[in-house]
């Protein structure tokens, strides 16, 4: 069980604000930098949510049979046959909503009101859609402390606590524009309905039998072989997706140059693939030129007697240049997951030290020599090199290690800390 909550926990804790940017053709309200632009255009591509006269409208609100709409494409359920009649007294069976709002009805995923009413034009709430993902998805143990973590907790309902210790778990929510809040009970945009349904996109394999219609097969394992150091190779191939496994070991490059000591935690980093991340058996995972988002966690500058400054990020997200998104928790494949310079610019700082140490040392023995006998000069050099040189190397020693420096292009090596699903 505990196997199966590490894969379930995909990334809760990411930070929205780090989602990248991807140009979709044709939405002349979405900007290519609009938090969400990914998802919208990844749901409109798939035809789960729709345009109107070009525009998305992400700020508009999304209503209840908006919803039920989208969520029967993301499940397949959209040309489910009608086998009964609609019990909500505001939806006539003449209306082209009637259809969908039956099929929701038959499936159990979005209910009417006490009245007998279903209001399919009301904005559907955010603990109303978190409750319906929650419903719908496979039930597992998971930590309901996970909702205190928010500092809005709160204003959760008593009811919707267990909804979002689960959806947070599974990483089928969206908390923008501020990651520590979760506004349970405000409207949900459309905007934030696309995220929400290319979360669930990305993790059918987390919903029940019975309200999809594409049931997941396993097709075969496949091998991702970066590093013979990489704690795990395969990657699981189904008909929905490929599953890079946790352990796994990407290698990507820094988009542009970074200097530890220009940069702070909460910083964005980015890194591309120059070539395509394929299997052994051929299949391609990541295309080349997709972009991996990221965070600063941390930097420890550097510390007396040559300790190097470490930088400690995360890397969160891959957008393909297709516009795929994914999801991922990965980390610098080193000691303590941390970037640093390595030994041989260490030594090279020591080195240079110890040069410089020299060279100091042999001109005050060639000036303290000279002045009193010029005929000694030979002995001052003599005396005066090797200690310059050991009080340079004794300097190198002593003082601050190397700030962490990176070059556009420069390589390196993340571990995936969990697995990482991308939807075929």
Known sequence: MKKLLASLLVGGFIA?????AFAYQGIDDVSKTYWA????????????????????????????????????KVLGQDEMAVKSA??????????????????????????????????PDRAVLRDEAQSVISHITIDAPVNANIVSKYSDAAKVPAWAK????????????????????????????????????????????????????????????EHLNVTKKAPNNEVTVTNLRNIVREGNVLEIAFTEQFKSKLHAAGDCVTFTN????????????????????GNVIDIKDPQWFNKNARVYAQINKVVTPDGKTVDLNAKPFYKDYALKEGPWMTAGKVALYTVGG??????AGVGFSFIPDPDKVGTGIAIGT???????????LVTPGLNYVAKEGEEIQVILLEDASIAK
């Open 16 to 20: 929205m604000s780090t989602m990248p």
């Open 37 to 72: 632009q990914p998802e919208i255009a990844s749901v409109v591509g798939d035809s789960v949510m729709t345009l109107t006269n070009g525009n998305f409208n992400p700020e508009g609100k999304m209503s209840r049979v908006e919803f039920v709409k989208a969520l029967l």
């Open 86 to 119: 609609v019990r909500f007294s505001d939806v006539k069976k003449s209306s082209d909503i009637y259809a969908p709002i039956v099929r929701s009805q038959q499936l159990g995923l979005v209910y009417g009101y006490p009245d007998g009413t279903f209001k």
């Open 162 to 221: 267990d909804v979002y210790a689960k959806t947070l778990s599974y990483g089928i929510y969206v908390n923008h524009p501020d990651e520590n809040e979760l506004r349970p009970t405000e409207d949900l945009t459309r905007a934030e309905a696309a995220v929400l349904l290319y979360r669930l996109k990305q993790r059918l394999d987390l919903v029940k039998s019975q309200y999809k219609a594409v049931n997941e097969k396993v097709l075969g394992t």
């Open 274 to 293: 120059p070539q395509d991340i394929v299997t052994e058996e051929g299949t391609v995972l990541f295309p080349a030129g997709s972009k991996f988002y």
């Open 358 to 363: 020299a060279a100091v040392g042999t001109g």
């Open 386 to 396: 090797p200690v310059g040189a050991g009080v340079g190397l004794i300097t190198g």
